[in-house]
């Protein structure tokens, strides 16, 4: 029976670290919470809040920023932050100068971005192309149209 000596075993070590040190890189990645954005090419050229947006705001939104919600205390599993019915109540939202470091509340939120509390609460995140439509409405000045 051969005994292996030291230079063998420490080869072996050495290469099984390598190995390990190996499949760990390419096996992770850090991110830091980033992820690529999804692109989206439907976004109309001129946005329309009554076409465009309030039906995104109704079918993903209005579950929890409804009237029915808006109260204060809030209810269980509702924010009662914001009555997304009402315009006025949305467009305080859509001010770069309500959100942090000139992103508004609204897109910081939606976006998932870090420091905004993530909407939709209840879960999930909308698409790629309703968060587009939505940061482009409040890029041209979130008017009532």
């Known amino acids: 029976m051969k005994i292996p000596t030291f230079r063998a075993t420490w080869r072996a ?3 099984l670290v390598a190995m390990a040190g190996l499949a760990l890189a390419t096996g992770c990645s ?3 919470g980033y992820t690529e954005p999804v692109t989206c090419t439907t976004v109309p050229a001129t946005v329309s809040y009554k076409l465009d947006v309030l039906p995104i705001f109704k079918a993903e939104c209005f579950r929890c920023h409804d009237a029915a919600h808006y109260q204060l205390p809030a209810p269980q599993g509702s924010s009662g932050a ?6 006025s109540s949305i ?4 001010s770069p100068k309500t959100g942090i470091n000139g992103v508004s509340y609204m897109v910081g939120c939606i976006r998932h971005d870090a420091g905004f509390i993530a909407m939709p609460y209840d879960g999930g995140k909308l ?3 309703e968060i587009a439509t939505i940061k482009a409405w409040v890029d041209a000045g979130a008017q009532n149209n």
Do not use: P
């Open 127 to 129: 698409d790629a192309c």
């Open 91 to 94: 467009s305080t939202w859509t």
């Open 82 to 87: 914001m009555n997304m019915e009402s315009f």
């Open 30 to 32: 850090y991110t830091n």
């Open 13 to 15: 070590s050495g290469l």
